[in-house]
C-alpha cells in the first residue's frame, strides 16, 4: 500500500495546518493533481465533518478523511496519505481528537475500495508500522516501512 501511495504519487509531508479544515484540503492535493477528485471533494468533507463531528479519526492520531461513496467529483477509487510534523486537533481539548497522519479516501468502485479498506486495516493494525509513519518525512521512508513491516 505505501509503494502505492510513492508510485502514484499519492503522498504529502508537511509541518503543519492551520486548523482541521486546512487539514483535509491538504490531504486532498495529490487526489486532485491527477483527477482523483475534483475540488469540491475537499468542501464535501468538510461540511460532513461540521454535520456530524470528527468521525474521521479512526484512532489517536490517524484521521480518515472521505465523504460517501461515489460521491459528486470522484473520478477513481484511491487513498491519497499525508503526515503532518505537528498534529492538528478536531476538537480542541480532547487529545484523542487529534491526528498527524491522513489516509484520504476516494471512492467510485465498491469492490477496489473494500480492498483499499482491507490493506489499510492491516497498516493500521501493524503498531511498528504506525510508529514508523509517525516519524517519516519522505517517499523513501514510505518504501523501507512497506519493506520492513508490510512485505
Not at 465523504?67 to 505537528?86: N, P, W, Y
Not at 489516509?103 to 493500521?124: G, I, R, V
Not at 516519524?135 to 514510505?142: E, I, N, S, V, Y
Request: with cysteine; proline share 4%.
Amino acid at each position: 500500500m505505501l509503494k502505492e501511495f510513492v508510485e502514484q504519487g499519492h503522498y504529502k509531508f508537511a509541518r503543519e495546518a492551520a486548523d482541521w479544515e486546512e487539514a483535509v484540503r491538504m490531504s486532498c492535493e495529490t487526489l486532485e493533481r491527477d483527477g482523483t477528485v475534483e475540488s469540491n471533494y475537499k468542501e464535501d468533507i468538510i461540511s460532513c465533518i461540521k454535520k456530524y463531528g470528527p468521525y474521521i479519526i479512526i484512532m489517536p492520531n490517524v484521521a480518515m478523511p472521505h465523504s460517501q461513496e461515489c460521491a459528486r467529483g470522484v473520478h477513481k477509487t484511491a487513498i491519497g496519505f499525508m503526515k503532518l510534523d505537528k498534529a492538528v486537533s478536531f476538537a480542541p481539548g480532547e487529545e484523542d481528537k487529534e491526528a498527524k497522519l491522513f489516509f484520504t479516501l476516494a471512492s467510485c468502485n465498491p469492490e477496489q475500495h473494500l480492498e483499499n479498506m482491507t490493506k489499510l486495516s492491516e497498516l493500521l493494525m501493524n503498531e511498528g508500522a504506525v510508529k514508523a509513519l509517525m516519524q517519516a518525512q519522505t517517499p523513501d521512508d514510505l518504501l523501507r516501512i512497506q519493506e520492513d513491516y508490510l512485505d
